[in-house]
T-cell receptor, first 113, second 112 residues
Framework: DAGVIQSPRHEVTEMGQEVTLRCKPI?????LFWYRQTMMRGLELLIY????????DSGMPEDRFSAKMPNASFSTLKIQPSEPRDSAVYFC???????????FGNGTRLTVT | AQSVSQHNHHVILSEAASLELGCNYS??????LFWYVQYPGQHLQLLLK??????LVKGIKGFEAEFIKSKFSFNLRKPSVQWSDTAEYFC??????????FGAGTTVTVRA
């Protein structure tokens, strides 16, 4: 299995631009998570999907952030418009379901200038 | 709100030294406990997990952790570290079936 696949690995964009991060979970995993990692806040859960349905989006910082999971093998996290404070590493993770360990992707390092 | 505290921000030690990283959580109910490791430039990987049963859990790469319910602790240990153990270590706690709360992480630097 290739593991959780995220793209791009690095993204540099200017303030105000739209940014789309992509994630392909491990096949057969029912749960998908988006995390953000920063020096100041550590790892924060942004949103959790189960069976493609958003269950908990309480961690999404504001309306500029949106996430979708149109099918079991693909999810996107969109930031529009982006701001410098959004600079972070964004991790996607998937799991088999309740109480199963998370498998993380390699992350997308986002830099907003 | 639930919180996870990792006592040490940065630990520096020599090869063959013993390692113990502290983790305490604040949640009164049943929890699932995890330690994840993040090697430089890589993603998080699961080291070990505790759901129930024997409170002494053995993980990969010679790591183990002990769940002490009365102390709300889940400390990570390794008797003899190697240079390749240089990484950031995260304790995580889940009170339900999905929501993990991560500690701030402990950076471990092993000097050859």
């Amino acid at each position: 299995d290739a593991g959780v696949i995220q793209s791009p690995r690095h993204e540099v964009t200017e303030m105000g631009q739209e940014v789309t991060l992509r994630c392909k979970p491990i096949s057969g995993h029912n749960s998908l998570f988006w995390y953000r990692q920063t020096m100041m806040r550590g790892l924060e859960l942004l949103i959790y999907f189960n069976n493609n349905v958003p269950i908990d989006d309480s961690g999404m910082p504001e309306d500029r952030f949106s996430a979708k999971m149109p099918n079991a093998s693909f999810s996107t996290l969109k930031i529009q418009p982006s701001e410098p404070r959004d600079s972070a590493v964004y991790f996607c993770a998937s799991s088999l379901g309740p109480n199963s360990p998370l498998h993380f992707g390699n992350g997308t390092r986002l830099t907003v200038t | 709100a639930q919180s996870v505290s990792q006592h040490n921000h940065h630990v520096i030690l020599s090869e063959a030294a013993s390692l113990e990283l502290g983790c305490n959580y604040s949640y009164g109910g049943t929890v699932n406990l995890f330690w994840y490791v993040q090697y430089p430039g890589q993603h998080l990987q699961l080291l070990l997990k505790y759901f129930s049963g024997d409170p002494l859990v053995k993980g990969i790469k010679g790591f183990e952790a002990e769940f002490i319910k009365s102390k709300f602790s889940f400390n990570l240990r390794k008797p003899s570290v190697q240079w390749s153990d240089t990484a950031e270590y995260f304790c995580a706690v889940s009170p339900n079936d999905y929501k993990l709360s991560f500690g701030a992480g402990t950076t471990v630097t092993v000097r050859a």
